[in-house]
């Protein structure tokens, strides 16, 4: 459920609440808890939804050059404005003496899982990259190039072991966003950028892991979860509070009706249809 504005929503009794569409926009297309693998296609080994602990785990080889990835297609995205977001954990961080690279892309692409992440691409997203002298997170946006390619915006954040929510949107034709934040709410910003182009045609949630050369001996591995997908906005706003479990909210101007499940917030609602 969207923000409330005060103007269109109406709390009619403790459990009774109406809106426009407009305030019960924000429910993601997609979004996954890994339970399943839910049509993720990992190809490798060092990136994968693992039904067990419910993340996506993901890692970087030691003394081999190897690229892995999982994907998953969106099938329809909106080719100016949409909102991604999920939680990064970094498990383990530890530097070694090599010059090689250790790397983990997220972002969106035009390609599927048979485009790697050498090879040319739309993408949108960010690139976690370690070697023996940086721990460096860089904003790149291609249209037409490659995720592990040089170039993209160099945050002053330096990666470490710990989370990070991060959240990627297409701001209109023109420009995309990047940023890191502190908590799950995403009230807390850590540091944001925004680079152009917003490339088109994009469909596939893809995240990357790579290892540069034979020679990298660098630790750098962890979790991805709460992996949350809004299409056609390029913005999100808080949920409503004050809003008590079972509560149904009725969209005035559709008739749709909204239900808040126990022990959930209404961002969680799921929709009747008419």
């Not at 691409?121 to 390619?149: A, E, M, T």
């Not at 469909?203 to 709460?226: L, M």
Request: hydrophobic fraction near 30%.
């Amino acid at each position: 459920m969207g923000k409330v504005y005060s103007m269109t929503i109406k709390f009619l009794d403790s459990k009774r609440i109406s809106a426009l569409t407009s305030d019960v926009a924000n429910i993601p297309t997609f979004e996954d808890d890994f339970s399943s693998a839910d049509n993720w296609v990992d190809v490798g080994s060092n990136v994968g939804v693992n039904t067990s602990t419910d993340v996506i785990d993901w890692s970087t080889p030691t003394g081999s050059s190897q690229l892995d990835l999982t994907s998953h297609d969106l099938v329809t995205v909106n080719n100016t404005e949409w909102v991604f977001r999920c939680k990064l954990v970094i498990d383990n961080l530890t530097q070694g003496s090599s010059t090689e690279q250790q790397q983990l892309a997220i972002g969106l692409s035009d390609g599927n899982q048979t485009i790697d992440g050498t090879e040319s691409q739309k993408f949108n997203g960010l690139r976690f990259q370690v070697n023996n002298s940086s721990k460096n997170i860089r904003h790149i946006s291609f249209d037409g190039g490659n995720p592990f390619g040089a170039g993209g915006g160099i945050f002053s954040t330096a990666i470490s072991e710990t989370t990070f929510y991060i959240e990627l949107k297409g701001n209109g034709s023109t420009s995309f966003t990047a940023s890191l934040y502190s908590d799950s709410s995403y009230s807390t910003l850590i540091e944001t950028d925004t680079r152009n182009p917003l490339t088109p045609d994009m469909r596939y949630i893809k995240i990357y892991s790579q290892t540069e050369g034979s020679s990298a001996n660098h630790t750098f591995n962890g979790t991805i979860d709460d992996v949350k997908f809004y299409n056609g906005v390029s913005s999100l706003t808080n949920k409503p509070t004050n809003v008590q479990d079972n509560s149904i909210l009725v969209e005035k101007d559709t008739g749709r009706r909204y239900w808040s499940s126990v022990g959930t917030q209404p961002d969680t609602i799921t929709k009747d249809s008419q």
